[in-house]
């Protein structure tokens, strides 16, 4: 079992719609989680990440961390065409980022 | 403005030959991390440092080495015992301590491509 694990795509949403992306890790003394969205060819840029149980809402955006079932989301409301990108998650395991695990990322198509 | 700086963007490399990828950071992050990315793979830690002079081997170190003389650099050689290092690197930076889940930042890339 890979440590993160995120379904690969591509996911296509209409624009307008709300895009569901999901996470899952397998190990439970993770403490910290973030989204990252990568373009094609460039780096990562941090969207947001979440420490506690429930949600955390930043504009379109809303993380979801349900650590007992050890599962992450992230939900994009009002999807655009400039949404489409690669989304990773990424699990801190512990106090440093050495301990940083990044699942392979889901490509996320929204079409206009 | 404040962020890292990655050198070259784009990089050849012949068979038997040493390159290194400059990092170079105004963030004043103590921690910094060389990852590799495969297409359509995940990220893989190389190396990271959490201290100017000292460095600790990630999960996919053989074939690298790096250095960390300044607070602000991170350079990483890619060296002829790698033997299929064509793939997108990127450096990273973070603050230490449990302040904000250690965030980490990345710089732009760079693409190595052997010839």
């Known amino acids: 079992q890979k440590e993160v694990e995120q379904n690969s795509g591509p996911l296509s949403v209409p624009e307008g719609a709300i895009a569901s992306l999901n996470c899952t890790y397998s190990d439970r003394g993770s403490q910290s989680f973030f989204w990252y969205r990568q373009y094609s060819g460039k780096s990562p840029e941090l969207i947001m990440f979440i420490y506690s149980n429930g949600d955390k809402e930043d504009g379109r955006f809303t993380a979801q961390l349900n650590k007992a079932s050890q599962y992450v989301s992230l939900l994009i409301r009002d999807s655009q065409p400039s949404d489409s990108a690669t989304y990773l998650c990424?699990?801190?395991?512990?106090?440093?980022?050495?301990?940083?695990?990044f699942g392979p990322g889901t490509r996320l198509s929204v079409l206009p | 403005d404040g962020g890292i700086t990655q050198s070259p963007k784009y990089l050849f490399r012949k068979e038997g030959q040493n390159v290194t990828l400059s990092c170079e950071q105004n963030l004043n992050h103590d921690a910094m991390y060389w990852y590799r990315q495969d297409p359509g793979q995940g990220l893989r830690l190389i190396y990271y440092?959490?201290?100017?002079?000292?460095?600790q081997k990630g999960d996919i170190a053989e074939g690298y080495s790096v250095s960390r003389e300044k607070k602000e650099s991170f350079p990483l050689t890619v060296t002829s015992a790698q033997k299929n290092p064509t793939a997108f690197y990127l450096c990273?930076?973070?603050?230490?301590?449990?302040?904000?889940?250690?965030?980490?930042?990345f710089g732009e890339g760079s693409w190595l491509t052997v010839v």
């Open positions: 990424a699990v801190n395991r512990g106090n440093y980022g050495q301990n940083f695990v």
């Open positions: 440092s959490q201290i100017v002079n000292d460095f």
């Open positions: 990273a930076s973070s603050i230490t301590g449990r302040i904000s889940g250690n965030t980490i930042y």
